[in-house]
């Protein structure tokens, strides 16, 4: 199976920050790879797919990028609504594969 | 509006079984690809399983021979049919359509397998 390794497991930003999350693919996925956001008690939303494509109404904030093995999820500008946790997914083998998460918080 | 509801959840001994519904609205089951997702108490996402349009299902390793993904065409529902659970099956499992990308989910079901 495909390992996903997001760093870092948390993360704490102030409103206004930049914020980046790093995904690592244990193999080679090209560019087979999905962002979701879940927020506490809720399903995940889907914000980016195949890397660096929104979702349609996910805000322009939001980006993604990378190819291959390493993948990043920024927000430009970390707003109050951000905060959840974020997963990577990988969809190049079955069985499809996620990032352990990465919980962000607001400083 | 695409809407899926989910049903089925609960509290079942080790050994038993379920049946997961996840009723669609707003757009057509058999035409779409469908999976389930799950998420044990306080941890990260696990894809389950699929089903193709044209049928043909798939599982991680860890349930397969015990679960089942199906549909019901004229019913234009999804199920998830779990035998022989086991304690590390407690989770909150969520449909969703797609393949590889999931743009609908439902409600999330918990299941909680325990003596």
């Known amino acids: 199976d495909i390992q996903m390794t997001q760093s870092p497991s948390s993360l704490s930003a102030s409103v206004g920050d930049r914020v980046t999350i790093t995904c690592q693919a244990s193999?080679?996925?090209?560019?087979?790879l999905n962002w979701y956001q879940q927020k506490p008690g809720k399903a995940p939303k889907l914000l980016i797919y195949d890397v660096s494509n929104l979702e349609i109404g996910v805000p322009s904030r939001f980006s993604g990028g990378g190819s291959g093995t390493d993948f990043t999820f920024t927000i430009s500008s970390l707003q109050p609504e951000d905060i959840a946790t974020y997963y990577c997914q990988q969809y190049d083998n079955l069985p499809y594969t996620f990032g352990q998460g990465t919980k962000l918080e607001i400083k | 509006e695409v809407q899926l509801v989910q049903s089925g959840g609960g509290f079942i001994q080790p050994g038993g079984s379920l049946r997961l519904s996840c009723a669609a609205s707003?757009?057509?089951?058999?035409?779409?690809?469908m999976s389930w997702v799950r998420q044990a108490p306080g941890k990260g996402l696990e894809w389950v399983s699929v089903?193709?349009?044209?049928?043909?299902?798939y599982y991680v390793d860890s349930v397969k021979g015990r679960f089942d993904i199906s549909r019901d065409n004229s019913k234009n529902t999804l199920y998830l049919q779990m035998n022989s659970l086991r304690v590390e099956d407690t989770a909150v499992y969520y449909c969703?359509?797609?393949?590889?990308?999931?743009?609908?989910w439902g409600q999330g079901t918990l299941v909680t397998v325990s003596s």
């Open positions: 969703a359509r797609g393949r590889d990308n999931w743009d609908n």
């Open positions: 193999q080679d996925i090209g560019n087979y």
């Open positions: 089903i193709y349009r044209d049928g043909a299902t």
């Open positions: 707003g757009f057509t089951v058999s035409i779409n690809y």
